[in-house]
């Protein structure tokens, strides 16, 4: 581990940009090593309270700080979600900040973003799988106090996890057993170290009463196989997912590069591809729609339903007829088992509900 006087100065975070993301970025890694920078959990990890009466400068709980959840404008009597980001990012972030805002539009909510960004910065992602192990605990700690001083039933708690915040999620709910929280959602669930585990080693079914996972970049950073009570394969839960084949990411990239010039010269035309909405690199736009079609399902309830058949694709030859027998999404309720299929668009709404489900 690094010598104290030096970690101030060698354990910054950089930030750049990928795409519309902030990406975080360190020298050196956080963790336990020889030449790893050191690990202050109450210091790393901050719970960042948004309501409707502070929808965009959060409040920050500090947890056994009974006067920080007093002084903020946590409401015990409406509902509470937990949304933890996954590897590099930042909160809130893209993600965070549009399910936050997505669950603010749609009702009163008490969302808490979990902020771990300082335990998972890039390029040290074998680090930051380290690192979730620890995290999950003391998220587990930190809702058993709020549990402990009345602010809320833990079956009444709902937590979303995005990649390795989904496996955050899993390592809360073992450290919380026998207690579990109403519902965990895993959005993606990060795959690569996490493959060959086993059930204690990733986010599983036992970990909340009910745990429901999106699956969108299958075998390559997310899981493929089944995890939760139920779990949803949208376009067949595999990459590309629609829209985020090259081509088309690439064209937004130029598209993104000419639109910059064409503020100062109104001459030049823009380029409109068809993904032009989606401003991600294709190595994780299958993977980050997990959490856009997440965000989407919040203010759009009814807008994906899914089925047990696999035919979400008239091409595809199985004995069965594709019929909606569930919502995936927020609008997913406890009682669902098994696995559901899917089709959406390629660009936002990715909603399709062309059945008029709901």
């Known amino acids: ?28 890694p956080v963790g336990q090593c020889l030449f790893c920078c050191p690990v202050n959990l109450d210091r790393d990890i901050q719970y960042q309270l948004y309501t409707r009466r502070n929808p965009t400068i959060p409040q920050t709980i500090q947890p056994n700080n009974p006067c920080s ?6 409401n015990g009597s409406q509902p509470t979600v937990l949304y933890i980001h996954g590897y590099s990012e930042r909160s809130p972030g893209i ?3 549009s399910i936050k805002n997505a669950y ?20 040290w992602y074998h680090k930051a799988v ?18 402990s001083i009345g ?26 057993f026998p207690q579990r929280v109403g519902r965990i959602t895993g959005l993606d669930a990060a795959y690569p170290l996490y493959m060959n585990t086993g059930a204690e080693g990733h986010l599983t079914a036992a970990d909340a009463e009910f745990v429901d996972i999106i699956h969108t970049d299958g ?32 064209a937004m990239g ?21 993904s032009h909405r989606l401003a991600l690199f294709p190595v994780t736009c299958s993977h980050n729609r997990a959490w856009r079609l997440y965000a989407e399902s919040i203010t759009d309830p009814a807008g994906f339903p899914a089925s047990r058949c696999p035919k979400w694709r008239a091409d595809l030859r199985v004995n069965c007829q594709w019929s909606p027998d569930a919502l995936m999404g927020y609008a997913a309720t406890r009682r669902l088992r098994g696995m559901y299929y899917l089709r959406t668009n390629a660009n936002s709404p990715f909603a399709r509900n062309i059945t008029g489900y709901c």
Request: proline share 9%; with cysteine; glycine share 10%.
């Open 1 to 28: 581990m690094l010598p104290g006087f030096l970690a101030p100065l060698l354990c910054r975070l950089f930030i750049f940009y990928k795409g519309e993301s902030p990406v975080n970025f360190s020298v050196f």
């Open 69 to 74: 959840l007093r002084r903020s404008n946590f």
């Open 95 to 97: 993600s965070g900040a």
């Open 104 to 123: 603010l539009f749609r009702n009163n909510f008490n969302v808490i973003l979990v902020d771990w960004s300082k335990l998972a910065p890039m390029p």
């Open 130 to 147: 380290g690192n979730t192990r620890i995290v999950g605990p003391h998220v587990a700690s930190t809702l058993r106090w709020l549990e």
């Open 151 to 176: 602010a809320f039933n833990l079956r009444a708690v709902h937590v979303v996890g995005f990649s390795l915040g989904a496996e955050v999620a899993g390592f809360m709910g073992k450290a919380l």
């Open 219 to 250: 075998g390559v950073l997310g899981f493929p196989i089944p995890l939760g009570h139920a779990d949803f394969y949208p376009n067949g839960g595999m990459p590309p997912q629609p829209g985020c084949n090259v081509e088309n990411v690439f």
């Open 254 to 274: 130029v598209n993104k590069i000419v639109n910059r010039f064409s503020k100062s010269s109104p001459r030049i035309l823009r380029f409109r591809p068809q």
